[in-house]
């Protein structure tokens, strides 16, 4: 069964970031206010980008690493979601700097 990791807009201009195996289903949950609880204080909220996951381990990995990223970075998402793609591959969950570390040492 597919994942979905996706972002929406809030009604107050935040982007929340979550994933789910039901796309539709999650967006009619959330704007009935019984999704996140984080949403429930900002209707309506809008899907803007989404990016399908082969299972539900690899969709909360990506979910960790967008919700790392900078607004700006996510609405860099959202303009160009081959974007999605590249964080999906990236072998190493590890920050860059961790890793740049671990070479020198």
């Given at each position: 069964?597919p994942?979905?990791?996706?972002?929406?807009?809030?009604?107050d201009d935040?982007?929340?970031?979550?994933?789910t195996n039901d796309?539709?289903?999650?967006?009619?949950a959330h704007?009935?206010?019984?999704?996140?609880?984080?949403?429930?204080?900002?209707?309506?909220?809008e899907?803007?980008a989404?990016h399908r996951?082969?299972s539900?381990?690899?969709?909360?990995?990506?979910?960790?690493r967008?919700?790392q990223?900078?607004?700006?970075q996510?609405?860099?998402?959202?303009?160009?979601?081959?974007?999605f793609?590249?964080?999906?591959r990236?072998?190493?969950?590890?920050p860059?700097?961790?890793s740049?570390?671990?070479?020198?040492?």
């Amino acid at each position: 069964m597919p994942w979905f990791v996706y972002l929406a807009r809030c009604g107050d201009d935040t982007l929340y970031c979550g994933i789910t195996n039901d796309l539709a289903a999650r967006f009619v949950a959330h704007n009935a206010g019984k999704g996140a609880r984080y949403t429930r204080a900002r209707l309506p909220i809008e899907l803007i980008a989404s990016h399908r996951c082969t299972s539900k381990s690899r969709a909360l990995k990506l979910e960790y690493r967008v919700k790392q990223l900078t607004r700006r970075q996510k609405e860099r998402l959202v303009a160009a979601p081959a974007g999605f793609r590249a964080l999906s591959r990236r072998s190493s969950a590890r920050p860059a700097a961790a890793s740049a570390r671990a070479r020198a040492t």
